[in-house]
């Protein structure tokens, strides 16, 4: 083995030390029973993570995040897969400029969007104000690309444009060669592009934090509060929803890569992009 | 469908950067002109004035903000002073050093790493790549808390090493914390394009009998040069942008100062009023577009190759 090698090897083992050693220390202090000035816990159980999940504050926020991720993601799948549907097989301009409007959630940070949002809701529809429609709304907006670049991916891949034209040649109504033809074709890439607006939504912090803040508390907005709380924090129940969010997140992200595995490259740059904004 | 070429996947995942797609079926119309219009664009209407009112307009109000003087008319009041407000100017400093040490430190560490695990046989990348999806996935409040378990003032690393580390609220406390999603980003999105460079090119340049040495300084450093540099653009852009992880750590008075912050506790205090917060969302705003630009530039000139 040379010297070359053998650098390599130490390099990989003390990046892969680095990932692993904070999530072992929020793993360890999910299942301590205390853990005062030592390097270990000075015990182990698992009585927070069955009593963290009946406690109402943190049932309600998940309850909340779930609401909000299913408000969104309806919204996103209304709104984008007619668009997409179209784009493909009628008038690939409105690809271009959805593509264009995409770049915005891409590149421009969310508390830009939030505050931009802020700006425009106070003066301008003041009864939307802090709402919780805003942040659906809000959220729907920042998620829909990943969702757009799915589903066009697929209804390209199914051609869409070749089966909407036979199913015309058959009699069909557009709708019906919708709802019938297209949309079992590209069923995947709906799940797959659903499932990052999901993760999207789930973690997303500061669109939460700006626009409703304590009037909508998400399980992101309860665990930053438990977090900067000098003063009666627990820091063993904010452990376990931290393992829990990132177990969800993680499942979240191997279940689109094992849906997209031919084209997984692209789904795993998409989702990284969910996670990173938070 | 054949397999796209690993390069062109970072090219279209990444941004909206893709070719043009065969025209659809152009079938004749009876309608008249105003009719077809309407019928080539209404499915999609919705989203485009969905996107129009949550997106753009929020985006046009910030600039509007920006140069909207409080006594009426336009002009740069708003952003003089923020110029001249020493928090704001530290804030900027400290975010844009921020965002050019991460970049430049995700490069250092993840082209290695890309370049090793592309190297791999299909176990050990696996293996790696579910490991920097793991990475890439823990960030937010939760990466925040795990820090300050790991390596806070009574975290595990602490007592076992006997050392102490920069406190998590600190320029250097962020900067360990950010490199845990950044790096694994930075793979994740220079992976495909190590594959553009190809063993019988390592081959072809031995048989001239290049060294090592030569072979990477002519040929491997300029194809992957691009690659990294549109790797680097993209963690810069949103290193600066990143908010929750940040709020977590750095949100309490004596924390280092960043741009985020500074546009989030404005809005929620509006002490200073809100153009504050608008002057310092159009910077990021101005960033964002600049380094796409050369973001996309970086892109076409990486993918000559292919």
């Keep these: 083995m040379t010297r070359h090698r053998l650098g390599s090897r130490a390099f990989l083992l003390l990046l892969a030390a680095y990932f692993a050693l904070p999530l072992l220390a929020a793993f360890l202090y999910s299942v301590a029973t205390r853990w005062g000035d030592s390097a270990l816990p000075s015990g182990y159980t698992l009585a927070h993570w069955t009593s963290v999940f009946t406690r109402p504050e943190v049932s309600g926020a998940l309850g909340r ?48 969007v939030g ?57 069909a109504h557009p709708m ?45 907005l309860w665990a930053a509060r438990q977090f900067t709380s000098r003063t009666g924090n627990d820091p063993n129940a904010l452990a376990v929803i931290t393992i829990f969010t990132f177990g969800l997140l993680f499942a979240l992200s191997a279940l689109v890569v094992w849906l997209g595995r031919g084209r997984a490259t692209a789904s795993t740059m998409a989702l990284t992009r969910t996670t990173e904004k938070g | 469908m054949t397999s796209p070429a690993p390069s062109r996947a970072v090219a279209e995942g990444a941004l909206p950067d893709r070719a043009p797609r065969p025209r659809a079926a152009s079938r004749p119309s009876p309608l008249p002109r105003f009719g077809r219009l309407v019928a080539d664009w209404l499915p999609a209407l919705p989203l485009l004035a969905f996107a129009l009112l ?37 804030a900027i400093r ?35 790549l579910a490991l920097m999806n793991v990475a890439a996935n823990f960030a937010g409040i939760g990466l925040a808390f795990a820090m300050v378990a790991l390596i806070g003032s009574t975290g595990m690393l602490t007592h076992l090493l006997g050392v102490s580390f920069p406190a998590t609220s600190s320029f250097g406390g962020v900067n360990i914390a950010y490199l845990y999603f950044n790096v694994p980003m930075f793979v994740l999105l220079t992976l495909p394009a190590m594959a553009v460079l190809r063993d019988d090119w390592w081959e072809a340049a031995q048989v001239c009998h290049a060294t090592r040495w030569q072979f990477w300084r002519r040929i491997g450093v300029p194809v992957l040069a691009p690659f990294t540099a549109a790797g680097w653009l993209l963690i810069f852009t949103w290193t600066i942008g990143i ?11 004596q924390s280092v100062k960043l741009i985020t912050l500074q546009i989030g506790s404005t809005l929620e205090s509006s002490v200073f009023g809100l153009e504050r917060a608008a002057v310092l969302s159009v910077l990021l705003m101005i960033l964002a577009v600049v380094s796409t630009v050369l973001y996309r530039l970086a892109i076409r000139r990486a993918t000559r190759w292919l």
Excluded: H
């Design chain 1, 65 to 112: 995040s779930l609401v909000l991720s299913a408000v969104a993601l309806a919204i996103d799948i209304v709104l984008v897969v007619p668009a997409a549907y179209w784009s493909v097989v009628r008038n690939p301009r409105i690809g271009s400029v959805v593509q264009t409007v995409a770049v915005i959630p891409f590149a421009i940070p969310w508390v830009v």
């Design chain 1, 115 to 171: 505050a931009g949002l802020q700006l425009v809701v106070k003066d301008t529809f003041p009864a939307l104000f802090g709402s919780f429609w805003l942040l659906a709304a809000a959220t729907a907006a920042i998620a829909f690309p990943f969702l757009y670049w799915a589903v066009e991916n697929s209804l390209l891949a199914a051609d869409a444009a070749r089966l909407s034209e036979a199913a015309a040649t058959c009699g």
């Design chain 1, 176 to 220: 019906t060669a919708l709802v019938r033809v297209i949309l079992p074709a590209i069923r995947g890439g709906i799940v797959s592009g659903s499932l990052l607006v999901v993760a999207t939504a789930m973690n997303e912090f500061a669109l939460a934090k700006i626009l409703t803040g304590t009037r909508y508390e998400t399980l992101p």
């Design chain 2, 54 to 90: 949550l997106l753009v307009l929020p985006a046009a109000r910030l600039l509007n903000d920006t140069f909207a003087l409080r006594a009426g008319g336009y002009g740069l009041g708003n952003v003089q002073k923020v110029i001249d407000n020493p928090v704001d100017r530290e």
């Design chain 2, 94 to 128: 400290n975010s844009l050093s921020l965002g050019a040490l991460q970049a430049t430190l995700s490069a250092l560490f993840g082209v290695p790493a890309a370049w090793l695990i592309s190297r791999m046989r299909v176990a050990g990348r696996a293996t790696w």
């Design chain 2, 243 to 253: 908010y929750a992880v940040t709020y977590a750590l750095a949100s309490g008075p």
